[in-house]
């Protein structure tokens, strides 16, 4: 029995049925008893209305949910069916036809229209509660409209933890769910899958708040939300909503192309059309528990121990070697492999160049006690690095009169490396030394816009919860703090640490040099390649900011900012290339100043390939003969050692030469190894020009590249192939090396073509 005079609910409950039993028939509103699952037709017009009530009762712990179904065979526009939905703490509100608008204004209209009604859930003080729902019928319509009406109580309307559910939905008829956070559950991963691309869908998270919006042109008005084609993946942390319950959205759109669909041409212009049989879609949804925090600290964890277990690698590989090393200096065995802790050749560097030899060789005639540098390379005091305006870069050679035309030297069938390292060794090493320099500036300059832009884009999709600005592998994020997918950001570690230990690395290799040249190590000045580590240190700086910039990069992944991941993808294969280069080539490679120049080139043509790239004809031609006419530019400059002179009047030298050489006197090419790698070369970098020409790849950014590693490959085997022709060991520390990177890259290239998400 109720108490303090307020009437039992039950009571309340008879005296409404009571008068909408006694209210007859009245046409100017008097509600109706209405019984779920009971379809209701009838007419309505500009007179006549009707007003249906349908009661039940919902007890404590139980979410009710009711869906009403109307329909109507008018396809008049200038009288719709109006239908309205009074609830305890709500009013719902449509029209029949309902209209949808697309693209270009089109418009789609629906006689059949499905909502469910915002649930209410009794709380336990309140105990059991009876709830009851009208629902008008109306329009202003001079003349008689048919409609019908079906009010239903949904039976699975609360989602259940790993438990697939399967219903369908078309944009008329949109459909939504309830779950509720179990106790031992923090955060939940909604995944949703689908046989079919199309239609387009829309998955919404939305706090429990009435009205639900679950119509196309309101679904992105609250929560968080993602368009989906065949598979959609939502990460829900309980702290986000604190009555830790939330609804699930599914709404269908009326047009694809907002999944990367076209217009049907069926519908093109703007006579209304009915389109909703076509788009309906069978949808599948599971809500599974995700990761727990202890699996985060699990993973950081492992990450970082995995990484240092590099540098606990290096410490004891160094404290081994100085070990060696002391032990054969006390008993006066040390041998050239020794001493700077660098690997060296068992002949001196010689100035003279016997014909007969391979091109790079070393001189093998003389012996330690023979011919050794001349004056540039042994005068200047040992491992001075000093600055001084003598020791400016300069193009102009300090040796003898007699050896200082590089035409002469640089051009001749057979090369030795003493031909092209004779200028002074602290000239060449500052010039190497600028590669850091320049990289350290440039990657500030760069990295600091690109942080502050993708701060803001995450800022922006936390703000709107729109999900479609980043392209994540959704099944896999993990959100941590503000960042979506942490794990994405975490995996860049390994760059950075990596990165960082390859500089101390060079850096000790460097003071181990600089040691050796200060006490006049005859190994050190006389045998082996060149020793300049600016390169290296450019190396090691480039692959800590290709960390950095990929995690920046998968804040928030897109097409746009996909350059961010590439950039010093670029800088590292070519810096690689250079290095390669200059180990044989210490006078002749290109100067900071150029290469750093080149690099921007390539990254603003990568700009302008992710604006026009995509469908732009104009663009390809363009960029396929930048291709080519930069390949044989380089090439020849490759193939005269640097004397073939690079300026607007190179083109018609070339084909001069090619004229002389190959058609009025067909003779075999000078520098015949050369020949053979530029001329591979230059095919593959033609297939790639044409390839791009023909089939215009939507990545313009993993297009370049490409590009770079497989030029960069190709070099690598044309210095591995010329060391074994030139009777040159391939050593077992570096040849495990080469298989070591061949299986990573292997095991990198299939993950990088899974293609698990995209930009589509």
Known sequence: MASGGTPAPGALLCALLWAVATAGDDPGGSPLPG???RVYRGTVNINAERVYAFAYSSEPGQVDAVRVYVNSSSENLQYPVLFVVRQQKGVLSWQVPLIFRGLYQRTYNYQEVSRTLCPSEPTPEMGPSDQIIF???ASMAPFDIAYELLVTRLKNFQLETNKAFNFTASPSQPQYFLYKFPQDVDSVIIKVVSDAVYPCSVVSVQDIVC???DLDHNVEFNGVYQSMTKQAAITVQRKDFPGEQFFVVFVIKPEDYACGGSVPSSIHGNVNRTWNLQRTKTLQVMIVPSIKKSVYVQAM????????SFYLGSVVVAFVH????RRKASAGRLSPEDGSGIMASSHPITASTPEGSSYGAIDESSSSGGHQLSSPERGPPAGSDTDSSVEEESDFDTMPEIESDKNVIRTKVFLYLSDLSRKDRRIVSKKYKIYFWNIITIAVFYALPVIQLVITYQTVVNVTGNQDICYYNFLCAHPLGVLSAFNNILSNVGHMLLGFLF???VLRRDILHRRAMEIKDVYTLDYGIPKHF??????????MMEGVLSACYHV???????QFDTSFMYMIAGLCMLKLYQTRHPDINASAYSAYASFAVVICLAVLGVVFGKNDMWFWVIFSMIHVLASLALSTQIYYMGRFKIDLGIFRRAAMVLYTDCIQQCSRPMYMDRMVLLIVGNLVNWSFAIFGLLYRPRDFASYILGIFICNLLLYLAFYIIMKLRSSEKLLPIPMFCIMATAVVWAAALYFFFQNLSSWE
């Open 135 to 137: 629902v008008d019928v």
């Open 322 to 325: 100085y070990i060696r090393v």
């Open 503 to 505: 500089l101390l690395i």
């Open 556 to 562: 928030c992944p897109n097409y746009s900012n996909f």
């Open 35 to 37: 019984a779920f699952g």
């Open 534 to 543: 600016g390169l290296f240190y450019a190396m090691g700086i480039a692959l």
């Open 211 to 213: 009205p639900v919006y």
């Open 301 to 308: 964890f492992f990450s970082f121990l995995s990484f240092l």
